[in-house]
């Protein structure tokens, strides 16, 4: 077997393929993990600053789905395991920072009275929202059975709403925008609830977790790994060496070759090698499946390449202690788009930044004394101004936009800057239609699974997922299940 792409997808397929929690017995497949970069773990790897190893993509998951945890507990690394060290967070609305309204999902109210006394919206923004309560309409699908986000709650709670919180949250964590994305994709609860006659607010309220009884601990929104995300890589690569997966980094597929009769057997190849195998799972960006599926399915290969990527940029800062004063509420803060910079050198332009990430709060297994660790987030699929400038440039003015949001006494101690070009796919409205053609398509070709970020979630959890799933898939295709 062959695995296209060494992301946790692909690495989670390589495990999958190989016996998954079982481990691997006689019929096992060898299987081959190619990797077009010099390392395996995708976006989930590490940076160096002041001595300290870091996350330098997702520094977390989301709790509530169970792949993440599921693969730790069969690695042995489950009690490293670590919840979120604070809730909530403050967003940049109405020229400074405030406290999130209670009682959010995903960004969109389920309280009014909570949304007034927060005071994020103008009078005229809270009074819009209150409609919803008072004489609320349906928000029909449209005729392919999908809305965007923002068309939806903007329907039902106005258009402030969609730009100081919905865009904020939902769009600042896809790097896309809300007006573009799949409601049924990105937030299926959303688009049930705006079918409704009544309140949006009311119906979302529902969909909310069921608060703890008294004198319980709420459960945790998201975890990480004590040593941070990149140790489930690690381990992970480990146990996979040991069960014998060959992997090739530096080696980009492009070419997916048909072998031996119809529908078994492939070769793909790189600039340098032609690897067969009876099966292969395609767990790499859109793009790349598109070419890779060029020539054998057409329209599976044009449905991938309409996938699109927004590159985003994430600065981490190392302050003294002394020389920084974060809110008092939250692991980080948002910032809408459009936000204009209220004072010193750049007043009057909007912000680069899109988020905050109050790094050694949010995880205090990170905490070290003495210094406060801090990442900013920039980059959405329509503004990529950071990319005219160079890391030293970008970091300057990330951290003086930063002295405009909290109190900043004294220059980081050390900074370093992490690019992701094309890093995260956009769900843009009608996506499970497309996926749903692609892998149709994939389907008719046999021997043959598609994974990855770009199909059914962006998250860590969601990719394991996928690419435990295809490659069981796969092995049920062939006929070689193990298990």
């Not at 790994?225 to 492009?254: I, P």
């Not at 109050?358 to 801090?374: M, S």
Request: glycine letters at 12%; one cysteine or more.
């Amino acid at each position: 077997m062959v695995v296209v792409g060494g992301g946790i997808t692909g690495l989670a397929a390589a495990y999958e393929l190989t016996g998954g929690a079982g481990g691997p017995n006689a019929a096992t497949p060898s299987v081959t993990v190619l990797e077009a970069s010099d390392h395996l773990g995708g976006k989930i790897t590490s940076l160096e600053l002041q001595g300290r190893t870091l996350d330098a993509g997702p520094d977390g998951a989301l709790a509530r789905r169970p792949e993440l945890a599921q693969l730790c507990d069969d690695l042995g690394i489950a009690d490293q395991l670590r919840p979120i060290g604070a809730r909530g967070a403050t967003v940049f609305a109405r020229r400074q920072l405030r406290v999130l309204p209670e009682g959010l999902n995903l960004g969109v109210p389920t309280s009014w009275s909570a949304l007034r006394s927060s005071k994020v919206l103008t009078r005229r923004g809270s009074l819009r929202a209150l409609r919803d309560l008072l004489w609320a309409v349906p928000a029909s699908r449209g005729p392919l059975q999908d809305r965007t986000i923002g068309s939806l709650v903007e329907t039902k709670l106005g258009r402030e709403v969609v730009a100081t919180l919905v865009d904020p949250m939902v769009g600042g964590i896809n790097a896309g925008r809300v007006a573009q994305m799949s409601a049924a994709a990105v937030f299926p609860p959303l688009l049930d609830a705006g079918q409704q006659r009544g309140s949006l607010m009311r119906a979302m309220r529902s969909t909310l977790p069921t608060p703890p009884a008294e004198g319980e601990e709420p459960e945790p929104a998201f975890v990480s790994l004590s040593g941070g995300l990149f140790v489930l890589v690690d381990r992970l690569v480990a146990e996979l060496v040991a069960r014998g997966v060959v992997f090739r980094c530096g080696a980009n597929a492009q070419d997916l070759v048909r072998q031996g009769g119809e529908k078994r057997g492939w070769s793909v190849d790189t600039p340098t090698t032609a690897t067969r195998a009876d099966g292969v799972v395609l767990a790499v960006p859109s793009w790349s499946a598109a070419q890779l599926l060029s020539g054998h399915d057409d329209e599976a290969a044009a449905l991938a390449g309409q996938i699109d990527y927004a590159s985003v940029a994430i600065a981490t800062f190392s302050f003294a202690e002394e020389d920084i004063s974060l809110p008092e509420h939250g692991t980080g803060a948002l910032i809408p788009s459009g936000s204009v910079i209220p004072g010193g050198e750049h007043a009057g332009k909007t912000f680069l930044a899109t988020a905050l990430t109050f790094l050694d709060r949010k995880w205090p297994h990170a905490k070290e004394e003495g210094t406060t660790l801090l990442r900013i987030h920039c980059g959405r699929i329509d503004d990529q101004r950071f990319e005219a400038l160079d890391d030293a440039t970008l970091l300057e003015a990330l951290s003086e936009e930063l002295g405009q949001l909290m109190a900043v006494r004294g220059a980081p101690r050390a900074a370093t800057l992490t690019r992701w070009e094309h890093g995260l796919p956009q769900y843009r409205v009608n996506h499970l239609m497309r996926v749903a053609g692609v892998e149709a398509g994939v389907e008719r070709l046999g021997g043959l699974e598609i994974a990855g970020a770009a199909f059914h979630g962006v998250g860590v959890p969601a990719c394991i997922g996928s690419g435990r799933l295809a490659a069981r898939r796969l092995l049920e295709d062939l006929g070689s299940v193990t298990r």
